[in-house]
């Protein structure tokens, strides 16, 4: 079976094992805080857990219409922020759900796609628990 | 400092490029083609950094009409995208793009080495 990453760029960040361990990559949030401190990690995670569940739920509502195209944008714009915040399972779903040819079964992977997301959230909130506010 | 515009509909994209750059350059973002090549003449940018997958008019077309002017017809342009197959390298660059960053940025170094590299083709 061919696999879903072999014509992607070898140089790209986007090269995503589908070997998987946890829901989340600790080095890719680490990354962030080095980029710009925690309040950059904590600034995007917030941005990242609100608008991903938006943009699944529009390509649900994209399928329910028929509308391919918009599937596939939506999976390619979640495709890198989910990259950038390690939720590489998530990230790798949208790449094939944007690129594979033939198509995927949208609905079963959109399925996939919340189940993922929702691990992630959940490993996030042990990984990288929400410090209660003063 | 030299100025960089960035073209990047995504907000997320957008702050942590901020968070790479701030410190070394003057930036300006702008969420949409038609506000970006608006702006080229107001903030005189040295290098832009653009995204592909713009909701309208996306980045190779924006790109067409920053080279269709004879003032910014020389003016470096990164193309920044999660388009990351095997031939999208070559394709953007094709396309006149001046290098080619994909996203998400994991090592910050290539993205500042690329903009380093095509500020020294232009005159501080």
Same mark, same amino acid.
């Given at each position: 079976m061919k696999d879903a990453n072999s014509n992607l760029d070898s140089s790209s960040p986007m090269m995503i *094992? *589908?070997?998987?361990?946890?829901?989340?990559?600790?080095?890719? @949030?680490?990354? %962030?805080?080095?980029?710009?401190? %925690?309040?950059?990690?904590?600034? %995007? *995670?917030?941005?990242? %857990? $609100?608008?991903a569940p938006t943009r699944i739920a529009s390509a649900h509502a994209a399928y329910a219409a028929g509308d391919t195209a918009q599937i596939r944008a &939506?999976?390619?714009? @979640?495709? +890198?922020?989910?990259?950038? &915040?390690?939720?590489?399972?998530?990230? +790798? @779903?949208?790449? $094939?759900?944007?690129? $594979?040819?033939?198509?995927?079964d949208f609905a079963k992977a959109l399925c996939e796609l919340d189940e993922e997301f929702s691990r992630y959230r959940s490993w996030l909130q042990t990984a990288f628990p929400t410090p209660p506010s003063p | 400092m030299r100025r960089i515009l960035i073209v990047e509909d995504n907000a997320d994209n957008r702050m942590l490029l901020r968070a790479v750059l701030d410190d070394s350059y003057a930036v300006t973002e702008y969420t949409n083609g038609p506000d970006g090549l608006a702006a080229l003449a107001v903030d005189d940018p040295e290098i832009v950094l653009l995204d592909i997958s713009l909701p309208g008019m996306d980045g190779v077309e924006v790109l067409r009409h920053i080279r269709a002017n004879p003032l910014w017809r020389h003016l470096p342009v990164i193309a920044f995208t999660a388009h990351a197959m095997s031939n999208d390298r070559e394709k953007y660059l094709a396309?006149?793009? /001046? /290098?080619?960053?994909?996203? #998400?940025?994991?090592?910050?170094?290539?993205?500042?080495?690329?903009? =380093?590299?095509?500020? /020294?083709?232009? #005159? =501080?």
């Open positions: *094992t *589908t070997a998987y361990g946890e829901a989340g990559d600790r080095n890719a @949030l680490e990354r %962030l805080e080095r980029f710009g401190g %925690l309040k950059l990690r904590e600034e %995007l *995670t917030r941005l990242f %857990l $609100q608008e &939506m999976a390619h714009a @979640l495709k +890198s922020s989910a990259g950038q &915040m390690g939720a590489a399972r998530v990230a +790798s @779903l949208c790449e $094939q759900i944007e690129t $594979q040819d033939p198509p995927p | 396309h006149g793009f /001046d /290098d080619y960053i994909t996203k #998400p940025i994991v090592d910050e170094t290539i993205l500042l080495g690329s903009i =380093a590299r095509l500020l /020294d083709r232009v #005159p =501080a």
